[in-house]
Structures are given as C-alpha cells and as structure tokens.
C-alpha cells in the first residue's frame, strides 16, 4: 500500500503569514494532485503536478513536486481567511488516486 | 449541468441493516469511484469502475459491493451495516483515455454522511 504523509496535520495562522504544507511518500507517483475541501463539500482540484522538480503557481499558492517524484509541496503567501479548507495531496498511479491524510488550514482574521 | 450527485445528504442506519448509496453523474466519464473519508485518515478508496460492466476493488472494499450497469450510475451497498462504518462517503468520476496512466482531474460528489448504530 502506497502511504502519503502530509504535514501539519493542523495549522493555524493570522491573515498575511506565509505557510508550507508537506507531502511525503517513499513512493514514486506519475504525477501528484492538490485538492481543497471545504465542509460539507467535495473535494476540488487544485492544481495536478507531472514532472519532476516541477513548479506551478496558482495566484498565492505555489506547488513543488519534487526531483524524485515522491514528494510535493504547497506553499501560501499572504494567506487569507478564504483560504480556510482542507487541503489534500494524492499521488497518480495505475490510473488511481492515493490520497494525503490532509492539512486542516485556519486563517484568522 | 448537475456534475455529480449523490443521495441521501445524511443517513441514520442500525447496524445489521442493508443500505444503498446512489451516485449519478452526467458528465459522460467512463470512470467512477467511491472513498470513505474518516478523520486523520484522509479519504480511502472503497470500489473504483474503470467502464461500464466493470468493477474493481481499492483499499478498503470488505463489507461493501458496487455495480455499474451503465455509465451515469454507480451505487454502493452495504449488506450488513456495521459501526465501523460509520463515515462521510464520497463519489467521483473522471474521464481517463484508453491505455495512458494520465493525470485526469476527478470531480467529487457533495458526499454522504453515515452513522450505523
């Protein structure tokens, strides 16, 4: 079985922080998805990584997936209370998703 | 366009009992998933159906089975509820080409909530 580690499992931060979330795995995926939850709802796609050493920036948010591809990383500057969410990393292979147990992100005002 | 609908929003169940939960979508993705997701646990691949006719299992499949008769549906069943069961479940699909491992986005479902007592 495949694992995902993602860290912090919690994190709580003032408006205007800067924070890293952590994926980690001893397993080599093809590519390397991040979600958010919000409660209540389903997961929703944020950005899908492929190569390694790859970076993609979504506005504030910006992803690494590492050389190896084993690993990835999400990255938020001047966080905001919109950013409020779970936040899952999922690793691709044989057409399957493993799924992060996922970083519960508070932003307070 | 709907995207992906799963039914009921919330459920009370007694243990012992059969249950069925239904998830349609009207995207035409040929394929299909159920997760449960637990606490600390992230979300866990219960079934998957790569095409209509077919099913396959993931991590976690004992005490569930699913059918896919044809595209837009892919119903879960519990035969037997049990506590451990209790969980948010979630359905999702997505559209993945014949014979490439790619990296299609999957569109989840609002979910399900469960509690067997």
């Known amino acids: 079985t495949q694992l995902l580690e993602q860290s912090p499992q919690f994190l709580s931060i003032q408006e205007g922080e800067n924070l890293t979330v952590y994926c980690n795995s001893s397993?080599?995926?093809?590519?390397l998805q991040w979600y958010r939850q919000e409660p209540g709802e389903g997961p929703v796609l944020l950005v899908t990584?492929?190569?390694?050493?790859e970076v993609k920036k979504l506005k504030r948010l910006t992803f690494q997936f590492g050389d190896a591809r084993k690993d990835s990383s999400l990255h938020i500057t001047a966080a905001q209370p919109g950013d409020t969410g779970l936040y899952l990393c999922?690793?691709?292979?044989?057409?399957?998703?493993?799924f992060g147990s996922g970083t519960q992100l508070t932003v307070l005002p | 366009i709907a995207g992906i609908t799963q039914a009921p929003t919330s459920q009370i169940l007694a243990a012992g009992r059969r249950m069925t939960l239904r998830c349609t979508q009207d995207?035409?993705?040929?394929?299909m998933y159920w997760y449960r997701q637990d606490l600390g646990l992230g979300l866990r691949l219960i079934h998957y159906?790569?095409?209509?006719?077919?099913?396959g299992k993931g991590e976690v499949p004992d005490g569930y089975s699913v059918s896919r008769a044809n595209t837009d549906d892919f119903p879960l069943t519990l035969a037997s509820a049990v506590p451990s069961q209790t969980s948010v479940y979630f359905c999702?699909?997505?559209?993945?080409?014949?014979?490439?491992?790619?990296?299609?986005?999957?569109?989840f479902g609002p979910g399900t909530r469960l509690t067997v007592l």
């Open positions: 159906s790569n095409t209509a006719g077919t099913t």
């Open positions: 397993s080599v995926f093809s590519s």
């Open positions: 990584v492929v190569t390694g050493g």
């Open positions: 999922a690793g691709r292979s044989a057409r399957q998703l493993t």
């Open positions: 999702a699909s997505s559209y993945e080409p014949a014979g490439t491992g790619g990296y299609n986005e999957q569109f």
């Open positions: 995207m035409r993705h040929n394929a």
